[in-house]
Protein backbone atom coordinates (compact mmCIF):
# COMPACT_ATOMS: atom_id res chain seq x y z
CA UNK A 1 0.00 0.00 0.00
CA UNK A 2 1.64 3.42 -0.59
CA UNK A 3 1.68 5.78 2.12
CA UNK A 4 -0.44 8.72 2.12
CA UNK A 5 0.58 12.49 2.13
CA UNK A 6 1.33 14.25 4.78
CA UNK A 7 -1.71 16.40 5.49
CA UNK A 8 0.31 18.66 8.11
CA UNK A 9 -3.75 20.67 9.25
CA UNK A 10 -4.63 16.91 9.92
CA UNK A 11 -1.36 16.15 11.84
CA UNK A 12 -1.53 18.91 14.39
CA UNK A 13 -5.56 18.08 14.71
CA UNK A 14 -4.20 15.14 15.79
CA UNK A 15 -1.59 15.82 17.73
CA UNK A 16 -3.89 18.52 19.49
CA UNK A 17 -7.21 16.67 20.18
CA UNK A 18 -6.57 13.00 20.12
CA UNK A 19 -2.75 12.11 21.18
CA UNK A 20 -2.33 15.71 23.36
CA UNK A 21 -1.32 13.83 26.02
CA UNK A 22 -0.08 10.65 24.85
CA UNK A 23 3.08 10.20 26.06
CA UNK A 24 3.83 6.34 25.06
CA UNK A 25 2.29 3.92 22.77
CA UNK A 26 -0.21 2.68 25.37
CA UNK A 27 -1.38 6.11 26.13
CA UNK A 28 -1.62 6.93 22.08
CA UNK A 29 -3.46 3.80 21.51
CA UNK A 30 -6.30 4.79 24.45
CA UNK A 31 -6.40 8.49 22.79
CA UNK A 32 -7.53 7.25 19.42
CA UNK A 33 -9.79 4.30 21.00
CA UNK A 34 -11.46 7.07 23.20
CA UNK A 35 -11.44 9.64 20.35
CA UNK A 36 -13.41 7.25 18.45
CA UNK A 37 -15.79 5.96 20.58
CA UNK A 38 -16.86 9.15 21.66
CA UNK A 39 -16.89 10.07 18.26
CA UNK A 40 -18.63 7.21 16.12
CA UNK A 41 -22.04 6.97 16.04
CA UNK A 42 -23.47 2.76 16.46
CA UNK A 43 -24.80 1.35 15.05
CA UNK A 44 -23.68 2.17 11.30
CA UNK A 45 -23.20 0.46 7.85
CA UNK A 46 -19.79 -0.42 6.80
CA UNK A 47 -18.27 -1.47 3.46
CA UNK A 48 -14.90 -3.60 3.45
CA UNK A 49 -12.32 -1.83 1.47
CA UNK A 50 -9.84 -4.80 1.18
CA UNK A 51 -9.69 -8.32 2.64
CA UNK A 52 -7.22 -8.05 5.37
CA UNK A 53 -5.10 -11.27 6.94
CA UNK A 54 -6.81 -10.37 10.56
CA UNK A 55 -10.62 -10.42 9.52
CA UNK A 56 -13.01 -12.81 7.67
CA UNK A 57 -14.11 -9.70 5.71
CA UNK A 58 -13.92 -9.47 1.88
CA UNK A 59 -13.64 -6.61 -0.75
CA UNK A 60 -17.14 -4.76 -0.80
CA UNK A 61 -18.58 -7.18 2.00
CA UNK A 62 -21.27 -4.65 4.31
CA UNK A 63 -21.76 -5.31 7.83
CA UNK A 64 -23.31 -3.32 10.49
CA UNK A 65 -21.02 -1.77 13.19
CA UNK A 66 -22.31 -2.08 16.21
CA UNK A 67 -19.46 -1.14 18.93
CA UNK A 68 -15.89 -0.59 19.78
CA UNK A 69 -14.23 -4.13 20.54
CA UNK A 70 -13.07 -3.98 24.19
CA UNK A 71 -10.15 -1.84 24.69
CA UNK A 72 -7.76 -4.39 25.77
CA UNK A 73 -7.91 -6.08 22.22
CA UNK A 74 -6.96 -2.33 20.91
CA UNK A 75 -3.64 -2.05 22.08
CA UNK A 76 -1.93 -2.49 18.92
CA UNK A 77 -4.56 -1.30 16.27
CA UNK A 78 -8.53 -0.22 16.56
CA UNK A 79 -10.87 -3.02 15.86
CA UNK A 80 -14.82 -2.92 15.99
CA UNK A 81 -17.18 -5.25 16.44
CA UNK A 82 -19.87 -6.02 13.60
CA UNK A 83 -22.82 -7.93 12.73
CA UNK A 84 -21.45 -9.87 9.73
CA UNK A 85 -24.02 -12.88 7.99
CA UNK A 86 -25.95 -12.81 11.50
CA UNK A 87 -22.52 -13.16 13.39
CA UNK A 88 -20.59 -10.65 15.71
CA UNK A 89 -17.27 -10.29 14.35
CA UNK A 90 -14.14 -8.02 15.07
CA UNK A 91 -12.51 -6.54 12.48
CA UNK A 92 -9.76 -3.37 11.63
CA UNK A 93 -11.51 -0.14 11.69
CA UNK A 94 -9.11 0.28 8.69
CA UNK A 95 -10.71 -2.01 6.87
CA UNK A 96 -13.69 -0.34 6.51
CA UNK A 97 -15.43 2.39 5.42
CA UNK A 98 -18.65 4.47 6.55
CA UNK A 99 -21.74 4.56 4.85
CA UNK A 100 -23.38 7.73 5.18
CA UNK A 101 -22.27 8.96 8.46
CA UNK A 102 -22.54 12.12 10.09
CA UNK A 103 -20.02 14.44 9.64
CA UNK A 104 -18.08 13.93 12.92
CA UNK A 105 -17.66 10.14 12.41
CA UNK A 106 -16.85 11.16 8.49
CA UNK A 107 -14.17 12.57 9.96
CA UNK A 108 -12.73 10.15 12.75
CA UNK A 109 -13.13 7.68 9.81
CA UNK A 110 -10.56 9.66 8.12
CA UNK A 111 -8.28 10.48 10.83
CA UNK A 112 -8.47 6.86 11.36
CA UNK A 113 -7.09 5.74 7.91
CA UNK A 114 -4.77 8.54 7.52
CA UNK A 115 -2.89 7.68 10.55
CA UNK A 116 -2.63 4.18 9.19
CA UNK A 117 -1.95 4.95 5.89
CA UNK A 118 1.03 7.01 6.64
CA UNK A 119 2.27 3.86 8.72
CA UNK A 120 1.88 5.80 12.14
CA UNK A 121 1.53 3.05 15.18
CA UNK A 122 1.12 3.51 18.57
Known sequence: MKRLELDERREKRIDTEI??????????????????????VFPFTANCLHSWHKSPLAENDQVEVIGM???????????VEADWNGKTITAPLAQLRGVDVDEAAQQALDDWHYWVGRGYGF
Open 19 to 40: LADAFDEQERAMGWYYYLANTL
Open 69 to 79: APENKCLREIF
